[in-house]
C-alpha cells in the first residue's frame, strides 16, 4: 500500500521531534501541519492538540517521528524515536528522516498487525507544499469535463479538497510563535504581521463599531424608502422608471452588506463583500474625479451654452425629415391625405416640444449643477443620471415611436383579421386558437372594402413607422451602452481579480507536481504546487449581482416585434412588467 504524506518545505529544517497532522483514510494520506520539539510532555501535546480540535473542528494527532539529525548521532536517537509509538499510537506510524549533511530523505510508514505478528511496512510518497500558500488560498471545484474524465478529476478534487480544508481549520495551530515560551514549541509557518501592527490592530478594534453605527444608518434609510408615502402611484412610477432610482437602490443594498455585522459564513461571503467594497470604493472615486473634471475650467456651463443649439439642431432635422415625408420620399408614391396628417400631426408635436425646451433654457445650467453632484454618489450614479437625462431629452422620439407603433400595428392586426374573413376562419378568443366560421354577403363585402383601405393605406403609416422606429432604436443603442457600462461597474470582481493578478496561489483552480527525486532505494519526492485560477473563471464565479438592465428579447423575438409593430424595451430593468 502507498501512503502520501504531505509535508510543508517550512519544516524541513526544523530540529527532531513529532509530526503533527491528520490522518486522511479515504485517500491514504497523512498531512503533515507541524513538528513538536524535543523536550516536550505528551499530556501537553494532547492538550494542544485537543484545543485546535475544538476551535476548527478538525481530528489531528500525532502521525509519527521527524529526526534531522547528523550521522554519528543515529544509533542514540532512533531508538529514542522509535519508542514514541507506544505513547502515540497511531496507524500507520510514520517515521520521517532527513541528513544534515547530505540532504537524504528517508520515510518508512509501519502498521503494527497484532502482539504476536511483526509489523507491515508500506511505501511512503513524500509531497512538498507550501504551508502558507495553502492556508491563504481557496480551492475550487474543476470545470466542466467530459464523462470519461469527470471520475478521475472528481477523485482528484476530493483528496486535494481534504488537504486544503485539513490545513484552513487548523488555523488556530498556527497562532503559535515559535519563540513562544510556551510548555510546547511548534515548527510552521507563521503568519505575518499577527502582532506586528499596532496601527492594524486599532483598526481592526474600531471597525466593529465603524460598521454598527453604519448598519444603523443605512437601516434608517432603508425603513425610510419602504414608508407608505414612496408607494403611492406618482412616487412609485417615478422609482420604478428612473434609472438614477434603481442604482441608488443597488447601491444601498451593497453598503448594507459590506457594513453589515454578520460575519461572513465561508469564504465566497467573505469575497463577495470584499468584492462589493472594492466596487463601491472604485465608482465613487471615478465619480470624484469625473465631478472634479465637469467643475473645473466652467465645463458645466459650457455645456449648458451647447445644450440648447444641440437640441435645435436636432429639431430641425426632424423638421426636415418630416417635411421630406410629407412630399414624395425616394420617389415613393404616399396617401397625400394620410401623409399631410400624418406630418403636420409629428410636426405640432415638435413644435411643442422646442418650446419646453426654449422655456427651460434659463434654468438648463442650474439644472446640470446639481445633477453633476450625483457623481460624488459613485460614476455608476452620474451614468444613471446621464441615462434618465438623454431619455427626457428624446421623450418626443419617444412618442413620435409611439404613436407610429400603435397606428401600425393597428392596421396589421386589421389586416390579419380580414385576412382569415376571406378564408373563412376567425379568432377565437376563449380557447385562443383560430377556429372555422361561415360569413354572409355583407360581411364580405364590407371586409373587402376595409381590406382594400387598409392594405392602400399600409405604405404611408409603414414609412413613418420605419423612419421613427430607426430613431428610436438609436437612443436606446445609446442608453444601452451606458447600462451595460453600470452594470460592467457594478458586477465587475475587482478584489478577486487583483487577487489573481497580485497573489495568484490564493484562488487556486488545482495542483501540479514536479518530481524532486525518484530513485531506486529512495522514497519518491514531489513538490505540490498551485495552478491559478484563469481570469475567465475568476469572472464568472466571483461576478456580482447588478440591477443594470439586459435585452429582454433575442433577435428572432425582437425582428418579430419590429415586423408587427409591437412596442419593445430592450433594455427595461429586470422584474418589470412587460407590454
Not at 554 to 565: A, E, M, P, Q
Request: charged share 15%.
Amino acid at each position: 500500500m502507498v501512503v502520501k504524506a504531505f509535508f510543508p518545505t517550512c519544516c524541513a529544517s526544523a530540529d527532531s521531534g513529532l509530526l503533527v497532522g491528520r490522518w486522511v483514510p479515504e485517500q491514504s494520506s497523512a498531512v503533515v501541519l507541524a513538528v513538536v520539539h524535543f523536550p516536550f510532555i505528551p499530556i501537553q501535546v494532547k492538550e494542544l492538540l485537543a484545543q485546535v480540535h475544538q476551535a476548527g473542528r478538525v481530528g489531528l494527532a500525532v502521525l509519527g517521528t521527524w529526526c534531522h539529525r547528523r550521522q554519528e548521532a543515529e544509533e542514540r536517537l532512533g531508538p529514542f524515536l522509535e519508542g514514541l509509538g507506544a505513547i502515540f499510537s497511531h496507524e500507520p506510524w510514520l517515521q520521517l528522516c532527513r541528513e544534515r549533511t547530505s540532504g537524504l530523505w528517508s520515510c518508512k510508514a509501519t502498521r503494527q498487525q497484532g502482539p504476536t505478528r511483526p509489523g507491515v511496512k508500506d511505501q511512503v510518497m513524500l509531497v512538498f507544499y507550501d504551508q502558507r500558500q495553502v492556508l491563504l488560498s481557496q480551492l475550487h471545484p474543476p470545470a466542466a469535463l467530459p464523462d470519461r474524465q469527470a471520475g478521475d478529476a472528481t477523485a482528484s478534487a476530493e483528496g486535494l479538497a481534504a488537504v486544503f480544508d485539513t490545513v484552513a481549520r487548523s488555523e488556530a495551530l498556527f497562532r503559535s510563535d515559535c519563540f513562544d515560551e510556551g510548555p510546547v514549541r511548534l515548527s510552521h509557518w507563521q503568519s505575518e504581521g499577527v502582532e506586528a501592527s499596532i496601527l492594524a490592530e486599532l483598526a481592526k478594534r474600531a471597525s466593529g463599531p465603524v460598521c454598527l453605527l453604519l448598519a444603523c444608518l443605512l437601516s434608517l434609510i432603508s425603513a425610510a424608502r419602504t414608508c407608505r408615502v414612496f408607494k403611492l402611484r406618482p412616487l412609485s412610477f417615478i422609482w420604478s422608471k428612473l434609472s438614477v432610482c434603481g442604482q441608488l437602490g443597488h447601491r444601498l443594498e451593497q453598503l448594507a452588506l459590506v457594513f453589515s455585522t454578520q460575519k461572513a459564513e465561508s469564504p465566497a461571503q467573505l469575497m463577495r463583500k470584499a468584492n462589493v467594497l472594492v466596487s463601491v470604493l472604485l465608482d465613487v472615486a471615478l465619480g470624484l474625479a469625473l465631478l472634479s473634471w465637469l467643475h473645473g475650467k466652467d465645463r458645466i456651463g459650457q455645456l449648458a451654452e451647447a445644450l440648447v443649439p444641440v437640441a435645435d439642431h436636432v429639431a430641425e432635422a426632424l423638421q426636415h425629415l418630416l417635411q421630406w415625408l410629407m412630399g414624395a420620399p425616394a420617389g415613393l408614391k404616399m396617401n397625400r391625405a394620410l401623409d399631410q396628417v400624418l406630418g403636420r400631426f409629428f410636426l405640432y408635436h415638435l413644435h411643442l416640444w422646442i418650446s419646453y425646451v426654449h422655456l427651460l433654457s434659463p434654468f438648463i445650467e442650474h439644472i446640470l449643477w446639481h445633477v453633476g453632484l450625483s457623481a460624488c454618489l459613485g460614476l455608476t450614479v452620474a451614468l444613471s443620471t446621464l441615462s434618465d437625462i438623454i431619455a427626457l431629452l428624446t421623450f418626443h422620439i419617444y412618442c413620435f415611436y409611439v404613436y407610429g407603433a400603435r397606428l401600425y400595428c393597428l392596421k396589421i392586426c386589421g389586416l390579419s383579421s380580414l385576412w382569415r374573413l376571406f378564408r373563412g376562419k376567425k379568432w377565437n378568443v376563449l380557447r385562443q386558437r383560430v377556429d372555422s366560421c361561415s360569413y354572409d354577403l355583407d360581411q364580405l363585402f364590407i371586409g373587402t372594402l376595409l381590406f382594400t383601405v387598409l392594405l392602400f393605406l399600409l405604405p404611408t403609416t409603414a414609412l413613418y413607422y420605419l423612419v421613427f422606429t430607426l430613431l428610436r432604436l438609436l437612443v436606446v443603442a445609446v442608453q444601452g451602452l451606458i447600462h451595460l457600462l453600470v452594470d460592467l461597474v457594478n458586477s465587475l470582481p475587482l478584489y478577486s481579480l487583483g487577487l489573481r493578478l497580485c497573489r495568484p496561489y490564493r484562488l487556486a483552480a488545482g495542483v501540479k507536481f514536479r518530481v524532486l527525486e525518484h530513485e531506486a532505494g529512495r522514497p519518491l519526492r514531489l513538490l505540490m504546487q498551485i495552478n491559478p485560477l484563469p481570469y475567465g473563471r475568476v469572472v464568472h464565479a466571483y461576478r456580482l449581482p447588478s440591477c443594470g438592465c439586459h435585452p429582454t428579447h433575442s433577435w428572432g423575438s425582437l425582428c418579430r416585434k419590429l415586423f408587427f409593430g409591437e412596442l419593445i424595451y430592450p433594455w427595461r430593468q429586470r422584474g418589470d412588467k412587460q407590454d
